[in-house]
Structures are given as C-alpha cells and as structure tokens.
C-alpha cells in the first residue's frame, strides 16, 4: 500500500509561483510513474503533469506547457510540482497520484490509471 501527502498549496497572486511537494511512503516509489491531477469546483479532474519512473520522461497538459515542471526525488521518495507564471484558472485542488509501480506509461494522462491518490492541497490564485 502506497500512502501519498502533498503539501505546498496556499493562496497566491497572479504571476506568482508555488511548489507542490508530493511525500510518498513504501519501497516502490523510485519504480513508480507519477503524475499531478486537479479538479475546479464543478468541474471534472483533469491531468496536469507526469513523469515517468524508467527514464523520466516528461508529460504536461497543453494549458500548463512552459509555466509548470514537475520532477522527482527518489532518494526523499517526493514528486514535486514547480508552478509558475500562475493564473487564475490554475485555481484548484491539486492531487498527487502513482502508478502501480513498473507499469508502462500507458495512459499516463489518464486518472483511472492510477493506482493511488493522495488528499489534494488547495492552490488558489487571486487576479
């Protein structure tokens, strides 16, 4: 069983930065692809950024392209998500999530493939 946090999340200008820290427990992580989610209210959750667990490719969604860089550590078992350049529609929780660890990226924009998720931390950006 894998158990994710995130942290970082907070109340920001537009034009500002943030970065989201994912910790992960258990002995897998370094094998495990990751990715960033966020759900607006009233809207679906949608895909935000990936990185690979084998040679760490990258993935981005085309509205976060250029202002977001995720990466990883796999020494602190942490995935962080460097936000900047934020805009008011970026205003959301954020949600951390792991593959099954090995598996292919595949689907790696997709959230059903996911195997765990963490709580989410609130990222709020005022105009």
């Known amino acids: 069983q894998v158990q994710l946090v995130e942290s970082g999340g907070g109340l920001v200008q537009a034009g500002g930065s943030l970065r989201l820290s994912c910790a992960a427990s258990g002995r897998t992580f370094s094998s495990s692809s990751m990715g960033w989610f966020r759900q607006a209210p009233g809207k679906e959750r949608e895909f935000v950024a990936a990185?690979?667990?084998?040679?760490?490719?990258?993935y981005y969604a085309d509205s976060v392209e250029g202002r977001f860089t995720i990466s990883r550590d796999n020494a602190k078992n942490t995935v962080y998500l460097q936000m900047n350049s934020l805009k008011p529609e970026d205003t959301a929780a954020y949600y951390c999530?792991?593959?099954?660890?090995?598996?292919?990226?595949?689907?790696?924009?997709?959230?059903?493939?996911?195997?765990?998720w963490g709580q989410g931390t609130q990222v709020t950006v005022s105009s």
């Open positions: 990185i690979s667990w084998n040679d760490g490719s990258t």
């Open positions: 999530a792991a593959k099954t660890p090995w598996e292919i990226d595949q689907g790696i924009r997709v959230a059903r493939t996911y195997a765990y």
